[in-house]
């Protein structure tokens, strides 16, 4: 069991640039929506006042300063035997911007979705209120990687390097229950309006 812990843990933590750029926006978000408030062909909004400028501008932007402190973390003292960092300086902070945008582009492409449904801002709906972030994520993440490397400026692939199938799998099947379980506590503390 032990044995199975590290390798998990070290999946999650490559994902925390993504899940931490999800979860800015909670606190910095708000102001302008993205779509301007404007509606759909069917009438309703196009993203909602769920999906604005400031937390889709600052969430990534933060999100890759944080993981400044992880990298650190990896690279100067023992976490680095367990947790792995996310490539060589200063090319790391690209794959980090990636995976933060990329969570907050597939957020809102989502809610383009939701809304098609006729689903309101906040409403739920599983599971793609739980992957949206992951999916996003790492769809930007590897185009940052193959830029990267096609670019000559890293010379393999730094996100499929850290990224390996074992580790998307985990992040795959564990992420919907950890964001549901990081929701409810934000309810709890009164960050989140509904409880998921
Ligand atoms: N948020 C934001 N800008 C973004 C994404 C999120 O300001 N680009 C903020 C909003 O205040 C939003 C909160 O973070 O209400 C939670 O995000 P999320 O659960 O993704 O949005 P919902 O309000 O549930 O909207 P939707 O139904 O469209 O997912
Ligand atoms: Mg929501």
């Known amino acids: 069991m032990a044995g199975l812990v590290d390798p998990v843990l070290v999946a999650l933590w490559l994902m ?7 979860m800015i926006p909670v606190f910095v978000g708000g102001g302008a929506p993205i779509d301007f408030g404007k509606n759909w062909r069917d009438g309703r909004r196009i993203l909602g006042d769920g999906k604005t400028w400031r937390g889709i501008i600052l969430g990534p932007i ?3 300063l944080f993981t400044f402190i992880l990298q650190w973390l990896s690279l100067n003292t023992s976490w680095g035997e367990t947790f792995p960092s996310w490539g060589p300086s200063p090319w790391w902070f690209a794959i980090a911007y990636a995976l933060a945008l990329g969570a907050l582009v597939g957020d809102a492409t989502k809610s383009f979705f939701k ?3 006729g689903r309101k801002r906040g409403d739920r709906w599983i599971p793609f209120d ?3 972030f992951v999916v996003g994520g790492l769809v930007f993440g590897l185009l940052a990687g193959v830029l990267l490397q096609v670019s000559g400026a890293t010379p393999s692939n730094t ?3 850290i990224f390996t199938w074992p580790r998307v799998l985990v992040i795959l099947l564990l992420t919907p229950a950890l964001h549901l379980l990081v929701n409810f506590i934000g309810y ?4 989140k309006d509904v409880p998921w």
């Open 16 to 22: 925390l640039p993504a899940y931490i750029g999800n």
């Open 62 to 64: 933060l999100a890759a």
């Open 115 to 117: 809304r098609r449904t």
């Open 130 to 132: 739980q992957l949206d």
């Open 159 to 161: 996100f499929l390097d």
């Open 188 to 191: 709890k503390i009164g960050a």
